[in-house]
């Protein structure tokens, strides 16, 4: 049983990383406003994003099980830890996984950011490029291991889509880079 889940996972993997969507070809509207969202933390605590208004904000859409995202994990809790001495906010939504894994990988990684559930996929979605990017996938997968940043007026300021294969940036160094700049800008 636990080989068959094992080899789903797999496949599913491969399947993200061979299906990956072409960063060259999608811009999210940036000077847009944040699709708003009503998402739980682990904790129970209810998040609005509306709520947040008023800070720089870090979002990274990420799942347990995706190889990018464990990569990138580390590198996001360290940015935490460094922009919030700056009054930015980072957290990180985990897409469709239940409560109790998420909570297990919390506590594996030792992270301290904070991790909303959106459960269904169906907050992820409202941030995802068209289907023809990455048509194999369903809309909250293709969201996998991006990171956005939105301005304390609610407007995205940046967005980074899981770029192919070997461009993977999981130092996060143009997140960083942006973030930087927009700060000393404002």
Not at 155 to 168: H, Q, S, Y
Request: glycine residues 4%.
């Amino acid at each position: 049983m636990l080989r068959a889940a094992y080899s789903v996972l797999f496949l599913f993997g491969w399947l993200l990383l061979t299906h990956s969507p072409p960063a060259s070809s999608w811009n999210y509207p940036i000077g847009e406003p944040a699709p708003q969202f009503t998402l739980e933390a682990l904790d129970g605590t209810v998040y609005r994003l509306s709520d947040l208004q008023g800070q720089w904000i870090v979002v990274s859409f990420m799942a347990t099980w995706c190889p990018y995202c464990n990569a990138a994990v580390p590198h996001f809790e360290e940015l935490k830890r460094e922009y919030s001495e700056r009054g930015v906010k980072a957290f990180i939504v985990d897409v469709s996984e239940p409560p109790e894994i998420v909570s297990r990988w919390v506590s594996k990684r030792g992270l301290t950011c904070l991790v909303l559930l959106d459960r269904s996929g169906e907050v992820t979605t409202k941030y995802a490029p068209p289907p023809d990017i990455a048509p194999d996938l369903r809309r909250e997968e293709v969201m996998l291991a991006s990171f956005m940043i939105v301005d304390p007026a609610g407007t995205v300021r940046f967005m980074k889509l899981r770029e192919e294969v070997g461009n993977f940036d999981a130092r996060l160094t143009t997140l960083r880079t942006t973030l930087d700049a927009l700060l000393t800008a404002q």
